[in-house]
């Protein structure tokens, strides 16, 4: 991927950057608040990023542009709050949410990866995948996300590791021989422990009602299995009737703009009011002029391939509830037998109350047991191992890295994600994300550029500064940068004079204010593009 352009604004006053290079960018200023951290705000949150926009800034207001390139195929992001268009050569594709979006991506754009959420195979949130390539100036905490959402620490593991061809469904938490030696020790305390309840012997139809301990695993397994299942049969009701919903408005949608094209073949249609004959639609926070025919069929397009989209989503939906009802009748063929007989065994129940409930918290610990075994089981050891060697291949790179531009630097790196209670003195914390983006980016391959606001965090001193800049040059792919100067750097042309270096100077900005009227014209030309729309 490549950024070409980034660009937002509106249609009074915008900022377009166009000068950034497939190599290495620095933007730079002499002095902060000159639009550095805003420019690499606004491409991100283009691309689906989460909203890290100062409060000061009113971004709602605004539209948000960039230009990439993937594969040598251009595409055009354009978005209002959370409304995005793409635009593909002559076509447009139109989402209303970032959450959308993300299906388009990852089968026409580049791969998203799927991890285990909540018992179901997801893709995770871009703001997820994002932080693969890029930091951001604020939120920096090494210990955990940037940006705070849905995911923790755990999935974004589980993602670099779908990312390397190492995903599985289930992770394993304790070792196989520990949790045998230990169900086994329980079951022998449970065995004595029955034996001490002779209603089993006498009546196991009435145990099996009374006695908490006599409620055998199965009919454990049975309630917990009903009790799940008619959870996720809800759970997926609600979003398949969600994308129904949103279908059936995307259908009503088309047999209004087929009625306006055999309307316009008929007459011309104009406003009551004002006489015009412009026509308008809307998808909450962008709108475009239909009364061109061929913008009206790029929208028809667009409509017609998220219809299809929601048919094949409501279509997986459907055949997920169809599992899951097959599943709930076979767990109801059997059902407890009749309370009305327990009365007659009161007082022998009462008696061996104690002993029940030792066999039942023996029977609930083994059954905990079980659940971990049959997890690590599902482990192949194989993948386990090539997990350990990615982990070390990964933690060895960091620390090489961390080495060449901190030959006396005594910190080691030991996951990708430091200790709660570890402290970062100076530019430490930058140069950990500096050795973790460059090694992910190397041992995954990936093809995204590395994107980091205030690189230079930390009073990060001149020689580190330029063993950074000797790796970003030699990257075989886009870096972009930001970094403020003082005043004796910035009037001695720091990165001008340096070699394999785009540097941008943004000091002529007036402070605190990027957008401009002068850009204006050459933005609504820019957003003019997309077949339509109207600012």
Known sequence: MLIKKIAFGDNSEAFIEERLTDGLNVIFSDDNNRGKTLVIQGLMYSLGYGSIFPSSFQYKDKYFYSEIEVDKVKYEFLRKKNSIVIKIKDTIQIFNSVSEMRYFLDKFVFRIPKIQKDNRSTLVDLSLLYELFFIGQDNRNPSGLISKGQFNKLDFKNMVYDLADLSTDIINITELKDIKDRISGLKLELKEARKKISLIKQNPEIAEIALKTYDSEKFQEKIRAISEINENIS???????????RKSKLEQLVSELNSLNRSLSEGN?????CGSDKIFYSNNDLTFE???IDVRSEILNSITENIGQKNGLIYDFSREI???QDSLKKEMEETPPSFQQVVLYQDQVTSERDYDDESFSLTNEIEALKSQLSSSQEIDETLKL??????KKLLDKMNALYKTIDPNGNLEFEDIFTKRDSTF??????????????????LLDQNFPIIVDSFRDGELSTNKEDSMLDIYSNLDKQVILTSTLKDEEYNNNKYGNRSRVNSIDYSSHQDCKILSRDNKEEFIELISRFNGIVM
């Open 235 to 245: 759970k997926i009701r609600r979003a398949r009737q969600r994308e129904t919903n």
């Open 269 to 273: 249609v104009q406003c009551g009011e």
């Open 290 to 292: 239909v009364s061109n």
């Open 322 to 324: 169809n599992l899951m």
């Open 386 to 391: 090539d997990r350990k060697d990615f982990d």
């Open 425 to 442: 003195s100076g530019s430490e914390g930058q140069e950990f994300y500096f050795c973790k983006v460059i090694s992910l980016s190397d």
